[in-house]
C-alpha cells in the first residue's frame, strides 16, 4: 500500500516541475509590457478580497458565447532580498473569441493602462469598467493592494548563525538560504463527514544563477543545480498545502513546502531571484476519471478476469487430451502408415545430394576468380575516405579557431552544417542578432536607467520648487522687517508726533511721507538690515515647515502626469542612447566585419570540400560495381553451398525420421500412457487456479479497495479545489480564466 501511494506522489510531483518549466516562457513574455508601465502605476488602493467580474455584452451573442471570453492573469509581485513585499502588478489578457463589440470588466486593480491597443473604457452606473473592445482582445496592467494567496520568505544563516540580507552581502564563510511558501488560499471541504482545509495545489518553481567566484560546493534541497563553467543554476520546486491536502504521514513520504540552499561563499553577492506559482497541474486532471486511480482496482479486476479465462483454458486442455485419448487407436495406425513413406523418403534425399555436391564444386571456382578482382577495392575506398576525413578535421580546425562552435564535420553532414555556417554568418542575420543581444542586455537594466532619469527630474523639480519658495519667504521676510523699521522711523521723524498705526491711517502731508520713506528706505539698505533680512529668511528656510512645503510641492510636481511624460521620454531616449553607443562600440563592429569575412572563407573551404566530394562519390560508385558483381558471385557460391548443407542435412534428417518413426511405432504404448497421465495433470491444474484466484487475488484486490479510497477522495477534493481558483484580480462567474503569479526578490551587493 505505501508502495502504491509513493508512486501516485512522485508521478504528481514530476509533472507539477514539467507544467511550472513550461509556464515560464509566458510569463517572461508578458514581463516586458510590465517594465514598461511599471513607473505610471505608483498609485494603489486598499481593496478586499472579493471576486472580481467580468462579463461581456453585445446584442448578436447569446449566452451561450459567454464562455468564449477568458481572462488570463500574470501577477508580478516585487519583493525585498527578504520577500517582503514592495509591489504588485497584475497583467491581464481579455481573450475576445467571439469579438464582442464591447465588454464589461468590474476589476479590483488601481492605475490601469492599455499597453498594447487603444481601446478605451468607460464606468457605468454599477461602477464597471466597459471596454469598447470593437471585436478585440484587451491587454491593461494595473497596480493592487492585496495579500498574496502564496506568501514567501526568504532567510539567511551565516556560520550556522541567523543574518539580515543587508548583513550579509560581503561576508564570507557557510551559507544556508532557505525559501518558506505560506499558502494561504483554501477551501473548507467535507471529508468523510469532517469540515477539512484544502489548500489550491499550487506548484513553487524558484529560479536563480550563481557566480562561481563567489559561490562553491553549492546544494539544493528539493531541486537541481546546473554548472556551466561560469555560474550554477538553481531550479528548486515546492508545494505548500499538499502534505495537508492528502493527509499523508510525513515519515512515510514528504511533499517539500521549502527550498534551502546551501554553499561555501566569499565575498557575499547574491543576484535576484525569480519564482513562478501555478496551480496549472491539477486544472489538468478530470475529477470525474479520477476514480480511475481506481485502475489500480480495475487492474485486480483485470487479473481476476484474465485468471478465470487460464482457468477455463484449462479445463479446456483437460477436455481436449479425454478427446485425443479416445482417438488413440486412430493414431496408432497413422504412426504405421508414416513408417512405411519415411523409407521412400530416405532413398530420394540421398540422391538430391549428390547432385547438390557437384554444382558446389562448379561455383566455388567462379567465387574465387571475382574475389581476386576486387581484393583491391577495400584499400581504394578507405584511403579515398581517410583524405577526405583529413580534409573535414582540417575545415574544421579553422573554423573553430575563428571563434565559431560547429558540430563534427563528416562526409554526410559537411554540406548542411556549413550551409548553416553561411547562414548565420550573413551581414543582416549578425547585426540583428548583436542588435537583439545588446538591446536585451539594455532593457534588463531599464530599471536602473529609469531611477537615475527619475533621480534626476526630482532634483531639476526639487530646485524649481526651493527656489519659488525662497522668493515668497525673501518677500514675506522684507515686508515683516520694513515694518519693524516703520514702527521706529516714523515717531522719531514726526518728533513723536505720529505713530505707525497714526501714519497708516490718517492723511499725511507729502513732505513728511517723503521724510518718512526716505529714513525707512536708508535703514533697509543698511547692512545691518540686509544680514538680519538674510538670516531670518535662512532660518525660514531650514524651518520643518518650508522644508515639508517643498517637499510636498515637490512630490506633487513629480505626481503631474507632464513629469512622468517627461520621465519616460527621457528613459527612452536613454535607453536608445544606450544601445547606439554599444552598436557603435569596436567590440560590436568588429564582430561584424569578422563575420563578413568569415563567409567568404568557409564558402571557399565549401567549394573545395565539394570538389573533393564529387572524386570521392564517383569512386565508391566504380567499387560499388566491382563489390555487387562480387557479393553476386558469393551469393551464388554460398547458395551452393547452402544447397549441399541442406541436401546433407536432409537426408541425415530423414534418415533420423527413418529411424524416428520407427521408434514411435515401437514406442506408441508408452504415448498412450503419458496422454493419461497429461490428462490428469490438465485436471489438477485447473483446481490449483481456482484456489489461486479465491485465496490470493480476491484477498489483494478487497485489500487495495478499502485503502486507496481515501487517498482518492482527497485528490479529488484538491482538483476542485484547484479549479475553483481562476483569478486574483477578478473574473465573472460565466467565464473562465487563469491566474500565475511571477515573484522577484531584489539583489544583495557587497559594497566595493
Known sequence: MKNIVNKIISASLCAAVIAGTAGTAYALNSNKNASYTETENNKSSESDNSNTELSVTD?????????????????????????????????????????????????????????????????????????????????????????????????????????????????????????????????????????????????????????????????????????????????????????????IDKEDFEIPDYIEISADVKNFEFGITITIAANELFNNF??????????????????????????????????????????????????????????????????????????????????????????????????????????????????????????????????????????????????????????DAVNANISTIEEKVSDAVRTQVESQVTSAVLQQVTE????????????????????????????????????????????????????????????????????????????????????????????????ELQRQQAIYENMASDSVQQQLKSASEGVQSIISLKTSLDSYNNFYLGLLAYTDGVYSAENGAAQLNDGANTLKNGTSALCNGVNELYSGILQLKDGTPALLSGITQLKDGAMQLSDGLSQFNEQGIKKISDAVDGNISGLICRLKATVDVSKNYKTFSGLDDSMDGQVKFIYRTDSIKADN
Request: charged share 25%; no cysteine; aromatic share 6%.
Open 286 to 439: 478530470d475529477a470525474d476519471k479520477l476514480d480511475s486511480a481506481e485502475n489500480i482496482l480495475d487492474a485486480f479486476d483485470e487479473l481476476n478476469s484474465a485468471m478465470n479465462k487460464l482457468m477455463n483454458g484449462s479445463s479446456e486442455l483437460y477436455d481436449g487430451l479425454s478427446a485425443l485419448l479416445d482417438k488413440s487407436g486412430e493414431l496408432v495406425e497413422g504412426i504405421n502408415k508414416l513408417a512405411d513413406g519415411a523409407e521412400t523418403l530416405k532413398t530420394g534425399a540421398e540422391n538430391l545430394d549428390n547432385g547438390a555436391a557437384e554444382l558446389q564444386s562448379g561455383i566455388a571456382e567462379l567465387h574465387f576468380g571475382l574475389s581476386e578482382l576486387s581484393s583491391n577495392n577495400t584499400a581504394l575506398t578507405s584511403g579515398a575516405k581517410q583524405v577526405f576525413e583529413t580534409l573535414l578535421a582540417t575545415a574544421a580546425s579553422q573554423i573553430s579557431n575563428s571563434g565559431l562552435s560547429i558540430p563534427e564535420l563528416t562526409i554526410e553532414n559537411y554540406t548542411d552544417v556549413l550551409n548553416n555556417v553561411i547562414v548565420s554568418l550573413d551581414e543582416n542575420s549578425v547585426y540583428n542578432k548583436a542588435l537583439q543581444s545588446v538591446t
Open 476 to 571: 514675506q521676510v522684507k515686508t515683516a522687517v520694513r515694518g519693524q523699521i516703520a514702527e521706529q522711523v516714523i515717531p522719531a521723524v514726526t518728533n513723536g508726533q505720529l505713530t505707525k498705526d497714526m501714519y497708516e491711517s490718517t492723511s499725511v502731508d507729502d513732505e513728511i511721507k517723503s521724510a518718512v520713506e526716505a529714513a525707512i528706505n536708508s535703514q533697509m539698505e543698511s547692512n545691518d538690515t540686509n544680514k538680519l533680512i538674510n538670516d531670518k529668511i535662512l532660518q525660514q528656510m531650514e524651518s520643518d515647515e518650508i522644508k515639508a512645503v517643498i517637499t510636498s510641492k515637490t512630490e506633487e510636481q513629480m505626481q503631474s502626469q507632464a513629469v512622468k511624460d517627461k520621465i519616460s521620454e527621457n528613459t
Open 59 to 247: 446584442s448578436k451573442n447569446s449566452s451561450s458565447d459567454m464562455s468564449e471570453i477568458s481572462k488570463d492573469e500574470t501577477v508580478y509581485v516585487l519583493a525585498s532580498a527578504d520577500g517582503n513585499v514592495q509591489k504588485i502588478i497584475v497583467s491581464n489578457w481579455i481573450k475576445n473569441s467571439i469579438g464582442a463589440s464591447s465588454i464589461y470588466d468590474k476589476s479590483e486593480l488601481d492605475d490601469i493602462t492599455n499597453v498594447k491597443g487603444n481601446e478605451t473604457y468607460s464606468i457605468n452606473s454599477e461602477n464597471a469598467k466597459v471596454w469598447d473592445a470593437q471585436g478585440n482582445d484587451i491587454y491593461y496592467q494595473g497596480t493592487i493592494k492585496k495579500e498574496l494567496p502564496v506568501g514567501i520568505s526568504v532567510s539567511y544563516q551565516l556560520d550556522g548563525k541567523t543574518i539580515s540580507a543587508a548583513e550579509l552581502a560581503g561576508k564570507s564563510g557557510h551559507v544556508n538560504i532557505r525559501f518558506d511558501y505560506d499558502n494561504r488560499q483554501f477551501e473548507t471541504v467535507d471529508i468523510d463527514g469532517s469540515q477539512e482545509k484544502i489548500y489550491v495545489p499550487f506548484a513553487m518553481l524558484t529560479g536563480m544563477l550563481l557566480d562561481n567566484n563567489i559561490f562553491t560546493n553549492v546544494e539544493v534541497s528539493n531541486g537541481k543545480l546546473i554548472n556551466d563553467g561560469d555560474r550554477t543554476a538553481i531550479i528548486g520546486f515546492a508545494f505548500p498545502g499538499l502534505q495537508n491536502n492528502l493527509n
